[in-house]
C-alpha cells in the first residue's frame, strides 16, 4: 500500500526524528536525535551515526526501532506528529546519495549510514480534525 501523500509531504517538511532503540534483551530503552533523509521511492528513513554511540551499537544487536517526527507548537489546532515502528538496516549507496543532496556539507564527513524501513506509521493531524490520525502498514 502506498503512503499517503499528506504523511508523506509531512515528512519531507521536517529533518530531525527522534530515534527509540534498545539493546538485544534490554529493559531500558535509548532515544537520540538524528538528522535525517527520506527516500519516498523506497520509504525509507536515512540517518547517520558512529556505531560507538549506544544507540549505534543497539541498532547494531537488535534492529528494531521506533522514531517519531513532530512539528512543534502550542496551538492544539495546528498539533502534527508522526510514530513508526520498523527495522533499521547499514544504509546503502543510493541512501548515502540522498543524504548527501539533503545535507551538502556530510560530503566531506566520513559517514556511517542507516534506513529505517517501517513497518507501522501513525500519523495525527490535528488540522484534519482533533485527534485525526492517518495509519499505514507494511504489507510485508
Known sequence: MAVDERIVKFIKKHHVLTLAT?????????????????????????????????????????PAVALSVVRETRIVGAIEGLQVTGRVERGDDEAKSRYIRRFPYAVVASLTLWMVRPEFMKFTDNKLGFGKKLIWQSEE
Do not use: K, W
Not at 536525535?33 to 549505534?56: K, M, P, Q, W
Open 22 to 62: 534498545l539493546a538485544e534483551g534490554g529493559v531500558q530503552p535509548y532515544v537520540a536525535n538524528c538528522f535525517y533523509a527520506y527516500d519516498a521511492e523506497r520509504n525509507l528513513f536515512i540517518f547517520t551515526s558512529d556505531v560507538a554511540t549506544r544507540h549505534g551499537a543497539e541498532m547494531e544487536a537488535n
